[in-house]
């Protein structure tokens, strides 16, 4: 079995910074695809970013210019730096994860991690 940690959530005033982080652990191939999501209350879920296993990226509008998605391979971990923080991005962030195994891929969730901007 694959276990996602997250950290790094928490309450920030506008303007703030936060790093989430999220280790994956189990015996894992390789993890092609890693990214990040949010769910505001009475929202959709929405992809904030993802990274590839070639660092290729995607961020959502709403975010770019102020988040930065990477990924240390080694430690099978992957980062959300966010800048300049907004009320707006209030959320419970979730981790997820895509891993091989030798004969097939399969998607993981982290438990997730509320993220408050608040004065």
């Known amino acids: 079995q694959v276990q996602l940690v997250e950290s790094g959530g928490g309450l920030v005033q506008p303007g703030g910074s936060l790093r989430l982080s999220c280790a994956a652990s189990g015996s894992i191939f390789s993890i092609p695809r890693m990214a990040w999501y949010r769910q505001a209350p009475g929202k959709e879920r929405e992809l904030v970013a993802a990274i590839t296993s070639g660092d290729s990226t995607d961020y959502a509008d709403s975010v770019k210019g102020r988040f930065t998605i990477s990924r240390d391979n080694a430690k099978k971990t992957v980062y959300l730096q966010m800048d300049s923080l907004k009320p707006e991005d209030t959320a419970v962030y979730s981790c997820?994860?895509?891993?091989?195994?030798?004969?097939?891929?399969?998607?993981?969730w982290g438990q997730g991690t509320q993220v408050t901007v608040s004065s």
């Open positions: 997820n994860v895509d891993a091989s195994f030798l004969t097939r891929t399969r998607t993981y």
